[in-house]
């Protein structure tokens, strides 16, 4: 007889680099986005993929903040995880980082079915900033790696249908302004982690939404879903149909035969069963398969090449195995979003378990026999009636109320319930969960004016919603307001109205720098680099005019000047090369933080300053010192570049991130 379900809370300790504060600067630009493709390239594909890839781009991660403040330093560090497991499975989570199930061990056979990364090592991939490599993760929000890649995540026990514990996690999701769960239930005696998921929009428009789970599994293993035809899309930035297995005469089932990055979203039939699985030479792995809702399945591989290798590398510590990931989401590619109707949710079922299946036909050459091959295993397994007959059961748990609160999330939820009186059974966002982040805008709620700032420095967070912003115009004018009232004004693409707005408060600002900033920001948007030039310059005297004051308020003083030092004098010796001007990018350079301009990433804007200023040499002698910019985006070519103005001889291999053919 099989033992019970238990869900305990547990401790995991890993080699950590810790995301840190987040960059105090409000995103005005997002961070750019590789999977993107030009109205060109649309106009030959299924119309209602086009229309779907053209509805609702993301054009800013607002109100989100940019994580970019982390290093490559690790030290051993301990995480809170929520352990849910019965005799079968045990599965870890981490819900201080997005929920992310960091380990999914099959305890008959003490595999390990995801790929585990044995550290945490932040690295700039998220729509803001900082997200890490392994487990399982649940992408929600825009294209991309949510925003929640690092963030906490509110977390309790629910009781599961069968009666055993049922592990909730939510939160509110701040780009799209939705609230999401996550419920794992593992039955008795279960091989398989069935996953409910939840998506609903409270609100009187509809929404944009999107969601992949993405699976990171062991790279030596095969890739099999139910298709023979998928969507390559490759990090030159175009998306093309293409047969499975084979492509350009290779079986690209196999992560490692690419050559370089790419993403295969399968076309798998309507009709079809959901699923995908890695498997090794064994013919053993892990599978996911889901409900119809959830119609996606896609494939992403490093690739064999120098670039794949280093991102490898970058993302662990030497000597451990590379991944790929298995996907899961609800469009046919991560380049579409979903219209969500007003006043209503999106919900399915995904399961997670071992898979075991013939060697001979997995890596055989016959491609229909390997994946009937796996499809039975599954069917034997876990029947497409049960994963259906699991939905039913779960959905009326869906509201089930916690039973016991196990981790808090963040209060941007109780700040939305308590502003459009949402009424969301199952996942409470309540008020004493509201943050010093929270109480500005809960004032505003509750007297129509917003306080000014209690601290001197970077202002706070601004919401951007619709209701936020008529809020803010009806609110008295002071610097505050005018200045948040911009921010969600940007947000809303009525830019002449923001300037105006930023405009108005600088006369009564205390701190001018952060209104030069963001009027900075909107000259160079409007093609005025010169003037957005002077703004930048001004705005970082102006900071450290301020700096004896901030410093002086409170113990965490020099830490925020420094924080916001460091991140306005990035984004201005950024446009003050760019716009030719060394000698005050050069004075710029010289008030960072010392901390700062030691970190790998300022150490790459330096040897950028020392190539404009005409030293050569020393701009070369940074390299050869050897640094590791932590935050360097996926895609960015800024290092080779720098490179190859400097000299002819080859990127040396620390040094070569490409992604793409023909770099």
Request: glycine share 10%; hydrophobic share 40%.
């Amino acid at each position: 007889m099989s033992a019970g379900t238990v869900l305990r809370r547990d401790v995991l300790s890993l080699p950590a680099a810790l995301p840190g504060a987040p960059n105090p600067l409000p995103p005005m630009r997002p961070l750019d986005e590789v999977h993107e493709t030009d109205e060109r390239a649309r106009a030959a594909l299924p119309p209602d993929m086009a229309r779907q890839m053209a509805y609702a781009p993301l054009r800013s991660v607002l109100p989100a903040r940019i994580h970019d403040g982390y290093g490559r330093d690790r030290a051993p560090v301990t995480f809170d995880t929520l352990v849910l497991e019965n005799d079968r499975l045990r599965a870890t989570v981490l819900p201080a980082l997005g929920g992310r199930v960091h380990s999914l061990l099959h305890k008959p056979t003490g595999r390990e079915l995801l790929y585990r990364n044995p550290v945490l090592q932040p690295a700039n991939f998220a729509l803001n900033g900082a997200w890490f490599s392994g487990g399982v993760e649940w992408n929600i929000g825009a294209t991309g790696h949510t925003a929640l890649s690092v963030a906490p995540l509110h977390a309790a026990r629910v009781t599961a249908p069968d009666g055993g514990p049922m592990l909730r996690l939510w939160e509110w999701e701040p780009l799209r302004d939705l609230p999401f769960q996550v419920d794992l239930w593992l039955p008795p005696g279960s091989d398989f982690l069935h996953v409910g998921v939840r998506i609903r929009n409270p609100h009187e428009l509809p929404a944009p939404t999107y969601w992949w789970s993405n699976i990171a599994v062991p790279e030596e293993q095969r890739v099999l879903a139910p298709a023979t035809e998928a969507w390559h899309f490759g990090y030159a930035r175009n998306l093309s149909r293409v047969p499975v297995p084979h492509h350009e005469g290779v079986d690209r089932t196999y992560p490692l035969r690419s050559t370089h990055a790419a993403d295969y979203f399968y076309e798998v039939p309507d009709g079809r069963r959901r699923w995908i699985a890695a498997l090794d030479e064994q013919g053993t792995g892990l599978v996911q398969t889901s409900t119809d809702v959830l119609r996606g399945r896609k494939l992403f591989v490093w690739g064999s090449g120098p670039g794949g290798r280093r991102w490898q590398q970058w993302l662990t510590e030497p000597g451990t195995g590379g991944y790929s990931e298995i996907q899961a989401g609800l469009a046919r590619t991560q380049l579409e979003h979903v219209r969500l109707e007003a006043e209503s949710e999106v919900s399915w079922l995904e399961s997670y378990g071992p898979l075991t299946a013939d060697p001979a036909l997995v890596h055989g050459e016959d491609w229909d026999a390997a994946c009937a091959a796996a499809e039975d295993g599954l069917a034997a397994a876990l029947p497409r009636e049960a994963v259906d007959a699991a939905y039913r059961e779960w959905l009326p748990c869906a509201d089930a109320e916690p039973v016991e609160r196990l981790a808090a999330g963040s209060g941007r939820g109780a700040l939305e319930v308590l502003r459009g009186r949402h009424e969301l059974p199952g996942t409470p966002f309540e008020a004493d969960g509201l943050g010093p982040e929270e109480e500005p805008w809960r004032v505003l709620l509750d007297t129509g004016s917003l306080p000014a700032a209690q601290r001197p420095g970077p202002p706070g967070p601004t919401p951007v919603t619709p209701h936020w912003r008529d809020l803010l115009e009806t609110a008295p004018a002071t610097a505050a307001t005018e200045y948040h009232l911009g921010v969600a004004q940007w947000h809303a693409g009525d830019r002449a109205q923001a300037v105006r707005s930023w405009e108005r408060a600088l006369p009564e600002a205390a701190e001018r720098w952060p209104l030069l900033r963001l009027l900075a920001v909107a000259d160079l948007e409007g093609g005025h680099p010169e003037r957005g030039a002077d703004r930048y310059r001004d705005a970082c005297a102006d900071l450290a005019g301020h700096r004896d004051r901030i410093e002086a308020d409170g113990a965490d003083g020099p830490a925020r000047w420094a924080s916001a030092a460091a991140a306005l004098g990035r984004e201005a010796l950024a446009v003050l090369l760019a716009a030719g001007r060394t000698e005050e990018a050069r004075a710029v350079w010289r008030g960072l933080p010392e901390a700062d301009r030691a970190r790998g990433s300022f150490r790459l804007i330096e040897a950028q300053l020392l190539l404009a200023e005409g030293d050569l040499a020393a701009a070369r002698a940074v390299y050869d010192a050897g640094f590791e910019p932590a935050d360097l985006r996926e895609g960015d070519e800024t290092v080779g570049e720098v490179w190859r103005q400097l000299t002819a001889e080859p990127l040396p291999a620390a040094y070569d991130f490409r992604m793409r053919p023909g770099e």
